[in-house]
């Protein structure tokens, strides 16, 4: 798990993950010390730009003549080629920060939908749709009027949307009226402090697009404002390593959760979307495997993007899974033995899935908090427990209610702090996402500016802890604001894409860390 110091730099917004990082690495100097001589750093350019299937284009690269900083990916790109370009930049500095000595070395790299690109390119693999559930997807939410979001009453927008879906394929859409704008190959991340730092510092991007066939056709320009960017579907673009857009199969995702004995998943209304996505997840089905209810008009009006609606309707689901249970119902987990009850720790039965809504006291709702007591970590046979914790919207991104209320508690409850004490828990921690700036006027403490300030203090918090007792090493941030800045909105919410991608890192990073 790493020592006390680790868990600084996953949480510290400010660490630096590499001594090679936001520093201008000198390129001649460091191939004349590895070859001895300057005509070769032509020479070396050359080999990069002969492998077409790992570092072409690299040559394109417009070096100063001594100095070369590392770019970022620019949140305004103009056009697909540009991403191209830009990312692949970002790979060589990848690649020279992770180990200067390798400098001739190919580290493996992997599409977007995590296909090898080296059977990519050679046409084995085609990763128009990254699996039969994204294929589903987008055939079912693509059809007329399919996809309908329900706006809740109190936004100033008509009631029911009918509006573009937001997942997209790998590559362009099926009536190919969308450039390609697919994201260039990444290698794996391998460790928890890359992942986390892959979602943290990436960014979102947009195509260029055409518009009319043939000679008529002519390109239009990236959105550049905010307001502008949440009307079309974008691609979120990860920092130096993969983190995965989408969730893996049903049996894969619940062959990961199954890693431990308890998932327990606590939050406000953005975490409750994030469980929605783990059930879609969990029964591969992306389009309507959320709605767990024999609702009908819930069923007939919340399916694609309208599973993440926070209108009344689409919020009936018979409060599943909000106490302990197996993970049971419409085929999930069938590759699962279930075992008799959700106490049974024999080691043989599936993980128990709980989701929590906390609330804050002064609004008189009684807060469903986790019982500890019963969580007997010291059962050899006990997996773990992954705890996911998000909170904030319901405090008014009030960060010293939330950690009084919220974390101050849990992080000194005896109970919790033993299952700490035997290795036995690993804990998630992410805050409030970015809101759309059309709401800023109606939900000002929900603000980008609000919610950043909101997140900071509550790690800070977490940081301060962290010095002072030896036991915090085991809290993981998943920073999801760039993510959410300027997707698709559902006001402070978002749709299908963003919460099929938290599902996936979520999941990615629970591999990682147990």
């Not at 191939?31 to 020479?43: D, E, F, I």
């Not at 580290?107 to 699996?131: A, K, W």
């Not at 409850?413 to 970015?434: D, H, Q, Y």
């Not at 991608?501 to 979520?506: G, L, R, S, T, V």
Request: hydrophobic share 35%.
């Amino acid at each position: 798990m790493g020592s006390s110091s680790n868990f600084a730099t996953v949480v510290d917004r400010n660490s630096v993950s590499s001594r090679w990082n936001d520093r201008p690495i000198n390129i001649p100097s460091l191939l004349r010390k590895l070859t001895g001589s300057v005509a070769l750093v032509v020479a070396c350019s050359i080999v990069f730009t002969n492998d077409k299937g790992k570092w072409a284009g690299i040559a394109n690269i417009r070096f100063d003549p001594w100095y070369w900083v590392p770019s970022s990916t620019s949140s305004n790109l103009r056009s697909g080629h540009d991403v191209h370009e830009m990312e692949k930049r970002k790979l060589l500095s990848f690649a020279i920060a992770h180990d200067p000595k390798t400098i001739h070395e190919k580290v493996e790299l992997f599409d977007q939908c995590g296909f090898p690109q080296h059977r990519v390119d050679s046409g084995e693999l085609n990763s128009r749709y990254c699996s039969w559930e994204h294929h589903k997807a987008i055939i079912e939410c693509s059809m007329p009027n399919a996809n309908m979001v329900l706006k809740p009453p109190s936004e100033p927008e008509p009631l029911e949307i009918i509006q573009q879906y937001s997942l997209i394929p790998g590559v362009k859409d099926p009536a190919g009226t969308r450039s390609s704008f697919e994201l260039p190959p990444l290698p794996r991340c391998k460790t928890a402090k890359e992942l986390t730092d892959a979602v943290r510092k990436g960014s979102r991007i947009w195509p260029s697009w055409i518009e009319g066939e043939g000679e008529i056709g002519r390109e239009v320009e990236p959105p550049i404002f905010s307001s502008d960017r949440e009307q079309v579907p974008s691609r979120f673009s990860p920092h130096k390593c993969r983190a995965p857009p989408l969730p893996p199969s049903p049996e894969r995702t619940c062959e990961i959760l199954n890693l431990y004995s308890h998932v327990i998943i606590v939050g406000d209304s953005l975490t409750r979307h994030l469980r929605t996505a783990l059930y879609s997840a969990m029964r591969g089905n992306w389009y309507e495997g959320a709605v767990v209810t024999d609702n009908a008009e819930t069923r007939e009006k919340c399916r694609c993007d309208g599973q993440y609606s926070e209108h009344p309707v689409c919020r009936t689901f018979d409060d599943y899974f909000t106490k302990p249970s197996k993970p049971t119902g419409g085929g999930m987990c069938s590759n699962l033995p279930l075992g008799d009850t959700t106490d049974d720790e024999s080691g043989n039965d599936s993980f128990v899935i709980t989701g929590v809504d906390q609330m804050h006291t002064k609004w008189g709702i009684p807060n469903n908090v986790i019982s500890w007591e019963d969580k007997d970590c010291n059962n050899p046979n006990n997996r773990g427990i992954l705890y996911f914790m998000q909170g904030g919207l319901h405090f008014l991104s009030d960060s010293a209610e939330y950690v009084k209320e919220i974390m101050d508690p849990l992080l000194s409850n005896p109970a919790f702090r033993r299952c700490v004490e035997t290795g036995k828990l690993r804990m998630i921690w992410s805050g409030i996402t970015s809101q759309s700036r059309h709401m800023d006027d109606i939900y000002p403490w929900q603000s980008r500016e609000n919610t950043k300030k909101f997140n900071d203090e509550v790690i800070e918090f977490l940081r301060v802890r962290a010095e002072k007792e030896n036991i915090m090493n085991y809290i993981y941030l998943l920073d999801w604001q760039a993510l959410t800045q300027d997707s698709m909105p559902n006001g402070i919410h978002q749709l299908s894409d963003v919460n099929l991608a938290k599902a996936a890192h979520f999941l990615e990073l629970a591999q990682l860390i147990k």
